[in-house]
């Protein structure tokens, strides 16, 4: 019986999956393959974004193309980051760092992991209507301290953890 465990488990969860999908179909399923959040199964859904939100968005085409050409993320893959700002928020990237209404969100790097140059944002004022910041607190990360805010029009929706893969490093 143990052999079967995972077949088991893995056809309860298609089954589960395929049903929510029936009964809630603005809500959706993705997956997590990058190393910033643990890797795993997320629910999409519709709700009101906010500060500390978990988002899945579509960055803006040329961070995209950048991103699948260094493998970062697949062609037309999403990102999921955590609203750290929204409109009316203080922004500011002086001395290689991004704050936040004055709190320190991380270090800015001049290079990636292999010592390619990362694009660099500049910026020192309020965060106007219509964007938000999207980080994941890591000083490793590849968000917005580098690309800068995002539209609130690329966002898919909040993701919420489904079904996860422990034991994945988690360093995008």
Not at 42 to 69: C, D, W
Not at 104 to 111: C, V
């Amino acid at each position: 019986m143990k052999r079967f465990l995972p077949l088991i488990s893995c056809t309860v969860f298609l089954i589960a999956v395929g049903v929510l999908s029936v009964m809630h179909p603005e809500k959706k399923l993705i997956y997590n393959y990058t190393d910033s959040l643990p890797h795993g199964f997320y629910m999409i859904e519709n709700e009101l974004v906010r500060k500390g939100s978990l988002i899945a968005f579509h960055p803006e085409k040329k961070i995209q193309r950048m991103m699948t050409e260094r493998g970062y993320l697949r062609e037309g893959g999403y990102l999921m980051k955590y609203v750290a700002a929204e409109p009316g928020d203080s922004i500011c990237t002086r001395q290689g760092k991004l704050q936040i209404n004055g709190e320190d969100f991380g270090r800015i790097l001049e290079t990636d992991r292999k010592g390619r140059r990362l694009p660099a944002y500049h910026y020192n004022g309020r965060l106007a209507e219509g964007y938000l910041v999207a980080i994941k607190g890591k000083e490793d990360s590849f968000d917005s301290r580098y690309f800068g805010p995002i539209s609130k029009e690329s966002v898919i929706g909040i993701a919420r953890p489904l079904w996860l893969f422990t034991g994945t490093n988690h360093t995008q």
